[in-house]
């Protein structure tokens, strides 16, 4: 079965760029999603299919995708955006989550 | 606006049968835009996905549960349901019911608050 590995966990300061990885082989070929999960609520989608933004989200989220590692850039950080961080993919009609990461912002 | 709603037991018995529903309101779920999905959530874990359905009943399960799931869709109730036999205490999580986009592969785009379900020997 497919796998995805993601860091525990990344720090960034207030105002700067922070940086999630989700890593699998040859996870390019396919499309990434991204979720935000902050304590005691439900997953938000807030990056599909590798780099598209759902109404709502704002511009500060992107996403990239090639060779084997898809990454979620959140620019200008803010307090608000502490939260878990999931990727996921579909393969061969599973759904597949990452481990999560723990974004702190300092 | 999709709005999604888990109802059932907080509370199962080891080796019982858990049984969950999930409501679909503000859309129909007979679309053929979504597959209807569930997934759970370990206290203090990651995020884990247990199966899902489409309108017409066509459905996958996570290769790991797959002999304790059945999913279901009541198209006249606008409603999907999960039950997982003989369950233990590691099956004790928040359960999440979700709508997945087909056109995006099937992106999560809209969850339920989730229901917490208690595995009690």
């Known amino acids: 079965s497919y796998e995805l590995t993601q860091p525990l966990s990344v720090s960034v300061a207030l105002g700067q760029t922070a940086r999630i990885t989700c890593g699998g082989n040859?996870?390019?070929?396919?499309?990434v999603h991204w979720y935000q999960q902050k304590p005691g609520q439900a997953p938000v989608l807030v990056i599909y299919?590798?780099?598209n933004r759902p109404s709502g989200i704002p511009e500060r989220f992107s996403g990239s995708n090639s060779g084997n590692t898809a990454t979620l850039t959140i620019s200008r950080a803010q307090g608000g955006d502490e939260a878990d961080y999931y990727c996921?993919?579909?393969?061969?009609?599973?759904?597949?989550f990452g481990g999560g990461t723990k974004l702190t912002v300092l | 606006q999709l709005q999604l709603q888990e109802s059932g037991p907080g509370l199962v018995k080891s080796s019982e049968t858990l049984s969950l529903t999930c409501t679909v309101s503000?859309?129909?779920?007979?679309?053929?835009?979504?597959?209807w999905g569930w997934i759970r959530q370990p206290p203090g874990k990651g995020l884990e996905w247990i199966g899902s359905?489409?309108?017409?009943?066509?459905?996958y399960s996570s290769p790991s549960l797959k002999s304790r799931v059945t999913v279901s869709v009541d198209t006249s109730k606008n409603q999907f349901s999960l039950r997982m036999n003989s369950v233990t205490a590691t099956d004790t999580a928040v359960y999440y019911c979700?709508?997945?986009?087909?056109?995006?592969?099937?992106?999560?785009?809209?969850w339920g608050p989730g229901t917490t379900v208690t595995v009690s020997s």
């Open positions: 979700a709508s997945e986009h087909v056109v995006v592969d099937y992106a999560m785009d809209v």
């Open positions: 503000g859309g129909s779920i007979s679309s053929s835009s979504y597959y």
């Open positions: 359905i489409y309108y017409s009943g066509r459905n």
């Open positions: 040859n996870i390019g070929s396919r499309n």
């Open positions: 299919r590798d780099s």
């Open positions: 996921q993919v579909w393969d061969s009609a599973a759904r597949v």
